[in-house]
T-cell receptor, first 116, second 110 residues
Framework: EPEVTQTPSHQVTQMGQEVILRCVPISNHLYFYWYRQILGQKVEFLVSFYNNEISEKSEIFDDQFSVERPDGSNFTLKIRSTKLEDSAMYFC??????????????FGNGTRLTVT | GNSVTQMEGPVTLSEEAFLTINCTYTATGYPSLFWYVQYPGEGLQLLLKATKADDKGSNKGFEATYRKETTSFHLEKGSVQVSDSAVYFCALSDGQNFVFGPGTRLSVLP
């Protein structure tokens, strides 16, 4: 079964540095998402992406964050000038093959970001 | 806006006990409803779903029925196993926007 893959599985960075989290969504999916989860707590929505642009973003997703689909397969989340409170698990998800409606999200296994 | 509420955890059960995790939602229109499971150190996996009222989603012995009249989607399993220990998330979708509940941690003891 096709799956969403995320790299790296764990990223350690110093406060103030920039990080890029990478995701390869399921190939025929059209909708892409980033979520984060702090210390096994609530899953928080960050941003959704469709047709090469952001379709919705949360209050968390401020100017520090950006997303990009640089080619036909990758979907990246960039965090500029990381802060300690950015430490979390970041999950990529995709959904919505052509002709689908209310199709479920398929999640990657996440990238654990640790900011020191 | 749309929202999902789940029973507070953690829930601790003995093996073979009956499980219920309550979930209620608030939404406009007719959302689809989902249960996701997160095993330790892993991402979220779709457990089951229901797309319209009175639908029953089922998988791996888990069941949940979409109850529009009570705006609920409670998760049940007749006999839990140690391997069911995980965090369970109720979620809804109104099309392409998903909202997750806070999660309920289940621990099953042998």
């Amino acid at each position: 079964e096709p799956e969403v893959t995320q790299t790296p599985s764990h990223q350690v960075t110093q406060m103030g540095q920039e990080v890029i989290l990478r995701c390869v969504p399921i190939s025929n999916h059209l909708y892409f998402y980033w979520y984060r989860q702090i210390l096994g707590q609530k899953v928080e929505f960050l941003v959704s992406f469709y047709n090469n642009e952001i379709s919705e973003k949360s209050e968390i997703f401020d100017d520090q964050f950006s997303v990009e689909r640089p080619d036909g397969s990758n979907f990246t989340l960039k965090i500029r000038s990381t802060k300690l409170e950015d430490s979390a698990m970041y999950f990529c998800a995709s959904s919505g093959g052509r002709g689908s409606y209310n199709s479920p999200l398929h999640f990657g296994n996440g990238t654990r970001l640790t900011v020191t | 806006g749309n929202s999902v509420t789940q029973m507070e955890g953690p829930v601790t059960l003995s093996e073979e006990a009956f499980l219920t995790i309550n979930c209620t939602y608030t939404a406009t229109g007719y959302p689809s409803l989902f249960w996701y499971v997160q095993y330790p150190g892993e991402g979220l996996q779709l457990l089951l779903k229901a797309t319209k009222a009175d639908d029953k989603g089922s998988n791996k012995g888990f069941e949940a029925t979409y109850r529009k009249e009570t705006t609920s989607f409670h998760l049940e399993k007749g006999s839990v196993q140690v391997s069911d220990s995980a965090v369970y998330f109720c979620a809804l979708s109104d099309g392409q926007n998903f909202v997750f509940g806070p999660g309920t941690r289940l621990s099953v003891l042998p």
